[in-house]
């Protein structure tokens, strides 16, 4: 970019002239900010119109109620991308799996541990609520990379579910919705029994 756009992005490029989006560029191509998506299969007219009668798929329960579609979208992306204490839980490369539940963390560990895999929950439930494919997949693999941090060999079937239902997704072939749904639902009710 020639000049920043976004508050806060006004990092300059590296060995040329310009300004760097901050990752932006790269998010909409995960979360569709701007509903280019729903634009072209409904009409300009049609995307609009449902828009300002408040039909598009959004959260109505809950904390999310009262934001936009697409505020909820950019929660989302916080919650997806967060990188507070992602340092001290992804100690270990991502492609080597190493257990680390040994059984004697402290409680402030485990909570920290199941708050995450709680949000990394939530995220999948909101994708679902607002349809964005990409971001069921994301949320699926953040779930199944925190189930083992969490639970270690023990929450290993889990784990392996959610990762193929994530790979489902992201594939070229078709994937069930009502399969994800049903995760969804699963993810909800092991919410609430921790």
Known sequence: MTDPKIPGS??????????????VADLTLVIDLEDSVLRRKRGENNYF?????????RATLGAYANITRRDQKIRLAKLLFSEEDDE????????VYVDSV?????????????DRLNSAKFALRLSSVLREPAC???????????YLNCFGKEGAEAAVRCADKA????????????????????????????
């Not at 990092?11 to 901050?22: F, H, I, N, S």
């Not at 119109?49 to 798929?57: G, N, R």
């Open 167 to 194: 790979i489902e997704i992201s594939s070229d072939g078709f994937w069930d919705s009502d399969e994800i749904a049903i995760e969804v639902r699963k993810e909800t009710t092991c919410a609430a029994k921790l």
């Open 88 to 95: 001290e839980e992804d100690a270990n490369p991502s492609e």
């Open 136 to 146: 069921a997949s994301l949320s699926l693999s953040e779930i199944s990379k925190r």
């Open 102 to 114: 040994d059984g004697k963390e402290d409680a402030a560990t485990k909570q920290s541990r199941h």
């Open 49 to 57: 119109s449902s828009l300002k009668a408040d039909l598009l798929p």
């Open 10 to 23: 006004e990092y300059k490029t590296l060995d040329q002239a310009g300004y760097d989006d901050g990752g």
